[in-house]
T-cell receptor, first 111, second 113 residues
Framework: RKEVEQDPGPFNVPEGATVAFNCTYS??????FFWYRQDCRKEPKLLMS???SGNEDGRFTAQLNRASQYISLLIRDSKLSDSATYLC????????????FGTGTRLKVLA | EAGVTQFPSHSVIEKGQTVTLRCDPI?????LYWYRRVMGKEIKFLLH????????ESGMPNNRFLAERTGGTYSTLKVQPAELEDSGVYFC???????????FGPGTRLTVT
């Protein structure tokens, strides 16, 4: 079983739709959580950090549920430019600061 | 502010040859990381430098891989001798402090034939 699990998709949604992605992690000691966006053949780019209290950045909302060990990303009013792969990333902390990546969820927003 | 840069962007070498990848982190970032994505798999950690010291090299696949960061600035990752399974995209990332958000370079696409 992978340490960070994501539904690979693809999620095909019309412009303006709301779409949600979930990610689960297996290591309960994990300390930091992030969503990155990766366009085809490009590097991962930080979308947002994820906090227990939840956080919002414009059309994007991220939530963390430590008890159930899952992270979510909600995108409202999808734009064509949101089409990308969304990577769930976990940082174990506690002496190691390496990122553990999920395989990513592909999103395609259709006109 | 300049981002993380990597060189070369692409490299095609034959099995048995040597390749050296270079990463320049964001200025002032003491923490530098190497990751690799092989086709069809998730991005995986290779190692972490704090300044010139290796903090964590648990992801290095074998002793054909050698990473250095002399002077605590740029880093190199040498693969010698390269094998077919080394093909993939090698990403470098840097962060202001350990545990902070990491910023990734554009990657080096390595193809071993």
């Amino acid at each position: 079983r992978k340490e960070v699990e994501q539904d690979p998709g693809p999620f095909n949604v019309p412009e303006g739709a709301t779409v949600a992605f979930n990610c689960t992690y297996s290591n309960s000691a994990s300390q930091s959580f992030f969503w990155y966006r990766q366009d085809c053949r490009k590097e991962p780019k930080l979308l947002m950090s994820v906090y227990s209290s939840g956080n919002e950045d414009g059309r994007f909302t991220a939530q963390l549920n430590r008890a159930s060990q899952y992270i979510s990303l909600l995108i409202r009013d999808s734009k064509l430019s949101d089409s990308a792969t969304y990577l769930c990333v976990v940082n174990r902390g506690s002496g190691t600061y390496k990122y553990i990546f999920g395989t990513g969820t592909r999103l395609k927003v259709l006109a | 502010e300049a981002g993380v840069t990597q060189f070369p962007s692409h490299s095609v070498i034959e099995k048995g040859q040597t390749v050296t990848l270079r990463c320049d982190p964001i200025s002032g970032h003491d923490n530098l990381y190497w990751y690799r994505r092989v086709m069809g798999k998730e991005i995986k950690f290779l190692l972490h430098f704090v300044k010139e010291s290796k903090q964590d090299e648990s992801g290095m696949p074998n002793n054909r891989f050698l990473a250095e960061r002399t002077g605590g600035t740029y880093s190199t990752l040498k693969v010698q001798p390269a094998e077919l399974e080394d093909s993939g995209v090698y990403f470098c990332a840097s962060s202001q402090a350990a545990g902070y958000e990491q910023y990734f370079g554009p990657g080096t696409r390595l193809t071993v034939t």
